[in-house]
């Protein structure tokens, strides 16, 4: 069966193959209501899973966070900014991944992969530092 391309469909994959910071549904609706004013959130959520099943999007799962939509469609990894929630693209590497070979010899069919890391981003790091370190300055300065 052929899937309709409609004005909606090719706005939201546009968005999100164009974006760089894996926005929400919600993003993703805020951003497409720019282009197409009436456009509903359930439409927009129709749209991402046909763009997903039509293997134009990936979807990003980050463990207790908002599902996320990625317009890159090469395998790889992502960082997830605990404070800020910036989501970052990552080389795959290959140190990281498990042997698919094992996996399939026990029986496994994998179709996919992800591997997230959780922590800081460079910038929230740098502002998390500044206080400590002033902190521990002024603690200097007493002595």
């Known amino acids: 069966m052929k ?3 409609t004005r909606q469909l090719a706005t ?4 999100v193959a164009t974006a760089h910071d894996h926005p929400t549904a919600e993003q993703v609706c805020d951003r497409a209501r720019r282009r197409v004013p009436r456009i509903s959130l359930g439409t927009v959520y ?3 899973q046909k763009l997903e099943e039509q293997q134009q999007v990936r979807v990003v799962h980050l463990h207790d966070r908002p ?3 990625d317009g890159m469609l ?3 990894d992502h960082f997830l900014c605990e404070r800020c929630g910036m989501v970052a693209d990552l080389a795959q590497s290959r140190e990281a991944r498990p042997n698919w070979s094992r996996l399939y010899r026990a029986g496994y069919r994998v ?3 992800a591997l997230t890391f959780y922590g800081l981003c460079p910038q929230c790091r740098r502002s998390e530092e500044r ?3 002033a902190g521990r300055d002024s603690a200097h300065q007493q002595d």
């Not at 939201?12 to 968005?15: G, Q, R």
Request: without cysteine; hydrophobic residues 20%; positive net charge.
């Open 74 to 76: 090469q395998e790889h």
């Open 3 to 5: 899937t309709r391309r």
């Open 12 to 15: 939201i994959h546009e968005i």
């Open 46 to 48: 129709r749209n991402l």
């Open 67 to 69: 599902t996320r939509y």
């Open 111 to 113: 179709r996919a992969q």
């Open 131 to 133: 206080p400590s370190r």
